[in-house]
C-alpha cells in the first residue's frame, strides 16, 4: 500500500465517522472495534480459514469503519461481509452458506448458548435472511472501500518469518510474534502502519518477553528495516495497551451503542427514544 493510504494514528479519533455521527468516544469506539476483531478470529476458525485470511477480515472491518459509522449497518452483517469478501480475496473457498452457516453458530454462542446449536435450515426465511445480509454488507464495504480491496491482504506475517530468519531468531521467538501480530488486528494499527512495522513491533515484543539476546548488531537491529525509534514505541505501546482493556462481551457492545444512540436522540430534541434498527436486529439474531 502507498504512504498516502494509512491515517496518521493522532487523526484516527478525529476522522472516525462514529464520533461525527453519534460523538462515539474514541476509547469506547475501540472497545467495540476490539470485540468486532475478535468475533471474526472465532468466525475465521469456526470456518478452518487461514489466519491470514482471518487477518484480512479483520483489515477490511478496520477500514471499513473508517469510512462508515458503526451505527448505519447492524454489525453482525459486517461481520458476515468481511469474512466473505476475506474468503474471495484469499481464494479460501468458503461460500456465503458455509459463511452463514457458521455465523449462526457464533451468534448464538453470543446469546449464551453452547455449541453445537441447531444445525440453520437452509431453505428457513431465518437461512435467507442472513444470506441476504451478508451480500449487501459485503457490496456495501467494497463500495465505501472503492473496490480497492486488493491491498488490503499485505500482512506482517511473511516479514515477521524473514525478519526472524535474518536476525537469527528461533521458533520460540517467531511464535510469541506472531501471536502478537494476531492481537494487533484488535486495533486500527493496520490503517495507520505498514505490515514491515507490525511485524518488527511483534518480534521487538516477543524478544524482550522471552529476553532472548537474538540480535548481535552493532546498531539498534530496527532500523535495518527502516523503522524509527519513534513508530516502533507507538505501536508497541498500542499493542501492550490491548492486554489492560478487559474482555468486552455482545451486551456490553449493545449497551454501548444503545447509550449513544439514545444521547444522539436527546441532543435532537426528539419527544421519545426508540432503539435504531441496526442494534434491535442484532439484538433479535
Aim: proline letters at 4%; one cysteine or more; a positive charge.
Amino acid at each position: 500500500m502507498e504512504a498516502t493510504d494509512y491515517i496518521p494514528a493522532a487523526e484516527r479519533p478525529s476522522l472516525s465517522p462514529s464520533y461525527h455521527s453519534r460523538k462515539l468516544k474514541w476509547t469506547d469506539e475501540c472497545l467495540i472495534r476490539n470485540f468486532l476483531a475478535g468475533s471474526l478470529q472465532l468466525l475465521g476458525m469456526f470456518l478452518r480459514l487461514h489466519q491470514t485470511t482471518i487477518a484480512t477480515a479483520q483489515h477490511i472491518m478496520q477500514r471499513f469503519y473508517f469510512r462508515a459509522s458503526l451505527f448505519e449497518l447492524p454489525y453482525r452483517d459486517v461481520l458476515l461481509g468481511a469474512i466473505c469478501l476475506a474468503s474471495k480475496l484469499d481464494e479460501a473457498g468458503r461460500s456465503v452458506r458455509e459463511v452463514v452457516s457458521c455465523g449462526y453458530q457464533l451468534f448464538h454462542i453470543f446469546e449464551g448458548f453452547r455449541r453445537p446449536v441447531d444445525v440453520l435450515d437452509l431453505g428457513s426465511e431465518r437461512y435467507t435472511a442472513l444470506r441476504e445480509a451478508a451480500i449487501v454488507a459485503e457490496r456495501r464495504i467494497l463500495t465505501e472501500l472503492g473496490y480497492q480491496v486488493y491491498r488490503l491482504t499485505s500482512h506482517p506475517y511473511t516479514y515477521l518469518l524473514t525478519y526472524v530468519e535474518m536476525l537469527g531468531g528461533d521458533r520460540a521467538v517467531a511464535q510469541v510474534a506472531w501471536n502478537y501480530v494476531n492481537d494487533s488486528y484488535r486495533a486500527p494499527l493496520c490503517v495507520s502502519f505498514p505490515p514491515h512495522l507490525l511485524a518488527v513491533a511483534a518480534i521487538f515484543l516477543a524478544s524482550c518477553k522471552l529476553q532472548s539476546a537474538l540480535f548481535h548488531v552493532s546498531t539498534p537491529w530496527w532500523e535495518i528495516f527502516q523503522v524509527s525509534k519513534a513508530d516502533l514505541d507507538t505501536v508497541c505501546g498500542e499493542i501492550l495497551l490491548l492486554y489492560d482493556v478487559q474482555r468486552v462481551y455482545e451486551e456490553d457492545v449493545i449497551e454501548l451503542m444503545h447509550k449513544y444512540t439514545r444521547s444522539s436522540r436527546k441532543r435532537s430534541g426528539s419527544p421519545r427514544y426508540r432503539r435504531s434498527r441496526s442494534l434491535s436486529r442484532s439484538h433479535r439474531d
